[in-house]
């Protein structure tokens, strides 16, 4: 049987990376799935593929997710970007940007699909935080504060969602083999002051006891078993999958 049959799942950021295979994984247990992203031709390729819908939307614009009503029984907050910089050379509007992505934009997403979810008993919010909600890198200090924010604004979903049948957690995977990592090491390489090929010993994998980047397949496995029947007492948590690095 589907787990998901039935179910409609909106995912953002969801035309490539980690969104992507969680689309896909969705869809495999047979939601209905709406890949959100500001690419708009790659959200269609991939919902084409998957039988799903496509919805171009850019989350840095507040202002019009502000009167949203958003149809979802799933929602995962995904959407995502990173800057490396020590704090003192930090860009202010790029520190405003990334909170505006991936903390102001959750909140207002989670908003537009709660009505919906209170209504019909069930609801499964998805946040994709990261080790990064749980500990702190140098050289990152919007995106260290912004998943610590989603980190509360997901615990407090929790609780304001239980009695109606919706739950919210967090997934906090280490170092993801995606394009979002892969465009970090040249920053990495020039704020450590080491070669570009030395960055993922020396720098991503050096907490974690697991020496690999982690699988998108990976996370959407989690995100599945998060969104279906079976995780329904699961709330208000969040799920780490960074091979070790926070045991340390």
């Keep these: ?23 896909r994984s969705f869809a495999a247990e047979g939601a209905e799935v709406v890949i959100a992203d500001r690419d708009g031709a790659a959200a269609q390729a991939l919902a084409s593929e998957l ?14 997710l502000e009167s949203l009503e958003l149809r979802a029984d799933i929602l995962v907050n995904n959407a995502g970007i990173q800057r490396v910089a020590p704090i003192e050379q930090y860009e202010p509007e790029m520190w405003r ?12 997403l989670i908003r537009a699909a709660l009505p919906g979810m209170y209504e019909r008993g069930f609801g499964r919010v998805i946040n994709l935080s ?14 260290v ?16 969602g239980a009695e109606h049948g919706v739950t919210s957690n967090c997934i906090n995977p280490g170092y993801v083999k995606t394009a979002l990592v892969e465009s970090q090491i040249a920053d990495q390489a020039a704020t450590h002051g080491i070669p570009e090929s030395e960055v993922l010993e020396k720098v991503m994998l050096t907490e ?9 397949e990976e996370v959407a496995s989690l995100a599945t078993w998060l969104a279906g029947p079976h995780a329904g007492m699961v709330t208000g948590t969040s799920y780490v999958m960074d091979g070790g690095w926070s045991a340390r």
């Design 145 to 160: 504060a912004a998943k610590h924010g989603l980190e509360g604004l997901s615990k407090v979903t929790a609780l304001e």
């Design 1 to 23: 049987m589907s787990t998901l049959a039935g179910r409609r799942a909106v995912i953002t950021g969801g035309a490539a990376g980690i969104g992507a295979a969680i689309a």
């Design 51 to 64: 039988g799903g819908e496509a919805w171009e939307v850019d989350f840095l614009d507040t202002a019009a």
């Design 97 to 108: 940007r990334i909170h505006t992505l991936m903390l102001e934009a959750p909140f207002l």
């Design 208 to 216: 974690a006891a697991i020496k690999r980047l982690v699988e998108p």
């Design 130 to 143: 990261s080790v990064h909600g749980l500990r702190a890198s140098a050289f990152k200090s919007a995106y």
